[in-house]
């Protein structure tokens, strides 16, 4: 089992940056996926970034040149910075890991049999 501990949410002005951290514990393997899902309210959870073990990233295009995906495998911790925030940014923001591949996971927002984080809030006002 991997347990998942969001943090760095909050509040900012369109335009501001933020970054998240996702600290795992447990069962973890370099070689699994790190992912950041969203979910804003009344909308489906969308895949925002990925990072394989390898170092493969993928982006949703929404997020492509505004958001940055890292991993430190050694600290088992995963980042994601994101900058010149936007009001429709404002979502829910999970940590994910699994075995899949990170394309898939922005383009069809699926991670099967992943383990999952409790999210951390981001606000973006205009």
């Known amino acids: 089992q991997v347990q998942l501990l969001e943090s760095g949410g909050g509040s900012v002005q369109a335009g501001g940056s933020l970054r998240l951290t996702c600290k795992a514990s447990?069962?973890?393997?370099?070689?699994?996926?790190m992912a950041w899902f969203r979910q804003a309210p009344g909308k489906e959870r969308e895949g925002v970034a990925a990072?394989?073990?390898?170092?493969?990233?993928s982006y949703l295009d929404d997020v492509q040149g505004r958001f940055t995906v890292s991993r430190d495998n050694a600290r088992n911790t995963l980042y994601l910075q994101m900058n010149n925030l936007k009001p429709e940014d404002t979502a829910k923001y999970y940590c994910?890991?699994?075995?899949?591949?990170?394309?898939?996971?922005?383009?069809?927002?699926?991670?099967?049999?992943?383990?999952w984080g409790h999210g951390t809030q981001v606000t973006v006002s205009s």
């Open positions: 447990g069962y973890m393997y370099d070689s699994y996926t």
């Open positions: 994910a890991v699994g075995r899949a591949n990170a394309a898939t996971i922005t383009k069809y927002s699926h991670l099967p049999s992943g383990h």
């Open positions: 990072v394989e073990g390898d170092g493969t990233k």
